[in-house]
């Protein structure tokens, strides 16, 4: 498949440990690729060791295709990742195991939630 990477609005961000960019895919026609390949790609460009700490997000290919624009943030570890993103995140890029509660549960605790009043936690009968 071909496709070319170009990169905009790049920032060093120190305080998550992180660089980050918006990505510009051409990607003439074709659908856009894979999220894994333009991970492998951009782990190329920037010297990434670990492509697991290169999240993806927000990608939308414009108005009459062959040109998609997305987000792009390349942690400097794996332990900055984990610290930084939300728990969602890590679950979609199969980091850690997340198993959803039963819709049972769900139900239980969104009528349980009823039966209280107010913010002040009260007991629940």
Not at 4 to 22: E, G, Y
Not at 50 to 78: M, P, R, V
Not at 107 to 122: L, Y
Request: aromatic share 8%; charged share 35%; hydrophobic share 30%.
């Amino acid at each position: 498949m071909k496709f070319t990477l170009r990169v905009r609005k790049f920032l060093k961000n120190p305080l998550f440990s992180r660089r980050q960019m918006v990505v510009e895919v051409s990607h003439p026609g074709a659908q856009l690729p894979t999220k894994t390949e333009l991970r492998a790609m951009l782990g190329k460009i920037y010297h990434v060791k670990d492509e697991s700490t290169i999240i993806l997000q927000k990608f939308a290919t414009k108005y009459g295709g062959s040109q998609s624009t997305g987000f792009c943030k390349i942690y400097d570890s794996k332990d900055d990742l984990l610290k930084n993103e939300p728990k969602f995140m890590h679950a979609r890029m199969k980091l850690i195991e997340y198993e959803r509660p039963s819709r049972k549960a769900i139900k239980g605790r969104k009528n349980a939630g009823k039966k209280t009043w107010g913010t002040h936690p009260r007991k629940k009968k």
